[in-house]
T-cell receptor
Framework: TQLLEQSPQFLSIQEGENLTVYCNSS?????LQWYRQEPGEGPVLLVT?????EVKKLKRLTFQFGDARKDSSLHITAAQPGDTGLYLC???????????FGAGTRLFVKA | EAQVTQNPRYLITVTGKKLTVTCSQN?????MSWYRQDPGLGLRQIYY???????DKGDVPEGYKVSRKEKRNFPLILESPSPNQTSLYFC????????????FGEGSRLTVL
């Protein structure tokens, strides 16, 4: 069982549609990060959330940290082909020395 | 340009033939780490280093070695590769602090026959 469960595993949508992906756990975290990985590249940090209930916006992407700091969601408005990629959530372990990743949601946006 | 550089990007080798994947960062980061990425399993940490001469095991260290003799370099060594080490490997670094932003290399795809 993974510490971070991401859903859905795979999502294929048309350009212009909205979507939400989720990152869930039974553990409480002091912070949570979202990374995006494009084909052939390493992951790149999108956002860090640290406060329960926090909402952050990055252009058409909206990130929310759950009130209990156990889960997070990423909502994309009017998806574009450039949003295609693997979206990974990540947390630091208790000691702060390890970053633990979920398995990711693979998003494909068709033009 | 700030970056993490891995070499080689692609490698096909045979069981038992020692190999080293190099990783170098030019951002003066203290923390460096190696991950492997496998379908359905996400990124799993192999080893990490908090600073020069300080290394520790991640979640999947078996079959791997690392060293951190210089701040900028963190090579991953496979002494006797086996087919189950076929994977996509990523090196990452970050400045100290919490939680910090990991900067990743472009990845090294390794196939062990």
């Amino acid at each position: 069982t993974q510490l971070l469960e991401q859903s859905p595993q795979f999502l294929s949508i048309q350009e212009g549609e909205n979507l939400t992906v989720y990152c869930n756990s039974s553990s409480v975290f002091s912070s949570l990060q979202w990374y995006r990985q494009e084909p052939g590249e390493g992951p790149v940090l999108l956002v860090t959330v640290v406060t329960g209930g926090e909402v952050k916006k990055l252009k058409r992407l909206t990130f929310q940290f759950g009130d209990a700091r156990k889960d997070s969601s990423l909502h994309i408005t009017a998806a574009q082909p450039g949003d295609t990629g693997l979206y990974l959530c990540a947390v630091l372990n208790t000691g702060g020395f390890k970053t633990i990743f979920g398995a990711g949601t693979r998003l494909f946006v068709k033009a | 340009e700030a970056q993490v550089t891995q070499n080689p990007r692609y490698l096909i080798t045979v069981t038992g033939k020692k190999l080293t994947v190099t990783c170098s960062q030019n951002m003066n980061h203290e923390y460096m780490s190696w991950y492997r990425q496998d379908p359905g399993l996400g990124l799993r940490q192999i080893y990490y280093s908090m600073n020069v001469e300080v290394t520790d095991k991640g979640d999947v260290p078996e079959g791997y070695k690392v060293s951190r003799k210089e701040k900028r370099n963190f090579p991953l060594i496979l002494e006797s590769p086996s087919p189950n080490q076929t994977s996509l490997y990523f090196c990452a670094s970050k400045l100290g602090g919490w939680p910090g932003e990991l900067f990743f290399g472009e990845g090294s795809r390794l196939t062990v026959l």
